[in-house]
């Protein structure tokens, strides 16, 4: 007996990320999906951004790792709210993880919850989340080829944090060659150029995210 | 790597299906992967046959599995133009301008599957 299906493999995970998505909306939170490769500057980003922001709006943070408590204790150290999330093994989060870690949040009183995901340019692309936003953070040290060879993050996620530009006079990477690849494989993605050592460039990226929080705010 | 998780995903949507309609052994399954879903068929079948020898009972011996590839395409925007996307998957081939959009390929699909009482 055969039986057709034409089921999506990822129902399960897309079903999740739909009743996160309308949790998010009901609270009003804005949700930033944040994904690279490991050591890209995920966390030091958030670090600062949680500085610089945390005055203004309440921001928390899910954290996303294969193993420790690391990256949540680096946000928890600065005030705010963190969670983290162990993959064992896992090399992606997926939106029912998210789903299991809400009920630790008081979203209500969240402005931004972002979430870091696993360092890793491929799997993490395919599994919504629920989040409003896909943001992708790439290192200069990585090198110019990545934008080309991981294309399924960059054609999926709408602005590139382009960041570790402090170390750009002791590398070849290019910037007006990442520029054009970004625009080839995804013409509507956004870059921003931002040290998360120096902070050159992050009242770029603060001025997104207060753009972002402005498109959804009830009127 | 995350085509464990995927087949065990897959296989469970299967046995709950099979479960409703009194299906006990499974003897194929057919997926369709797209070339730009992140799915990577070589370890899809690798995993199968990781699952098939952990599930006697839900499986037939020669039981296969058969995966059909969708090619990535894009469409131009601007001129209508369908190609083959490359490295540059967005670049029009006529017009020379980033205005293409993949209109197949991302699909990845349990398509059907097969088995018996
Ligand atoms: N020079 C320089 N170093 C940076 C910058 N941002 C982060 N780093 C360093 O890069 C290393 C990795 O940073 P993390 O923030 O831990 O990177 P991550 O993306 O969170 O890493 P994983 O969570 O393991 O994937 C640390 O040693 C940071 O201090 C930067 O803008 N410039
Ligand atoms: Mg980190
Ligand atoms: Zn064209």
Redesign the pocket.
């Known amino acids: 007996m055969k039986v057709t299906l034409r089921t999506d493999v990822l129902t399960n995970n897309n079903k999740a990320a739909e009743y996160n998505r309308e949790l998010f909306e009901n609270t009003n939170t804005l949700v930033i999906n944040l994904m ?12 600062e951004t949680v500085r610089g922001l945390s005055d203004k709006y309440r921001i928390a943070v899910i ?3 294969l193993a420790t408590d ?2 949540a204790d ?1 946000i928890r150290a600065l005030g705010a709210k963190a969670v983290q999330i162990n993959t064992h093994g896992g090399c992606h989060l997926d939106a029912r993880m998210v789903a299991a870690t809400l009920p630790e949040f008081d979203l209500d009183e969240t402005d931004i919850l972002f979430i ?1 995901n ?3 340019l491929v799997c993490p692309s395919g599994y919504d989340l629920g989040q409003k936003h896909k943001v992708v ?1 790439l ?1 200069v ?1 990585e090198g110019n080829d990545k934008i080309p060879k991981y294309p399924t993050m960059f054609m999926r996620t709408e602005l590139v944090l382009l ?5 750009l006079p002791y590398l070849d990477f290019n910037v007006e060659e990442a520029i054009g690849d970004l625009q080839g494989i995804n013409p509507e993605s956004k870059m921003i150029q ?5 902070k050159e460039g992050l009242d770029t990226w603060f001025t997104w995210i207060e753009g972002a929080l402005a498109a959804c705010k009830p009127q | 790597m995350h085509e464990m998780a995927l087949m065990g995903d897959i296989l469970n949507v299967i046995h709950e299906d099979a479960g409703k309609k009194g299906i006990s052994k499974i003897q194929k399954v057919e997926l369709i992967v797209g070339d730009v879903s992140n799915a990577l068929p070589d370890a899809l079948h690798m995993a199968f046959e990781i699952f098939k020898e952990q599930n006697k009972v839900f499986f037939e011996d020669s039981a296969a599995l058969v995966i059909h590839r969708e090619e990535a395409k894009a469409e131009c925007v601007v001129c209508g133009k369908e190609y083959i996307p490359d490295q540059k998957l967005a670049f029009c081939p006529v017009c020379r301008m980033p205005s293409g959009k993949i209109i197949s390929g991302e699909t990845f699909q349990i398509l059907s599957y097969e088995g018996r009482q």
């Not at chain 1, 960041?163 to 170390?167: M, Q």
């Open positions: 690279s490769s490991p050591g890209a500057g995920k966390t030091t980003l958030l670090e954290e996303g790792d690391r990256d680096r870091e696993v360092g890793n953070v290192s040290p960041n570790k530009i402090d170390l931002l040290s998360a050592r120096t």
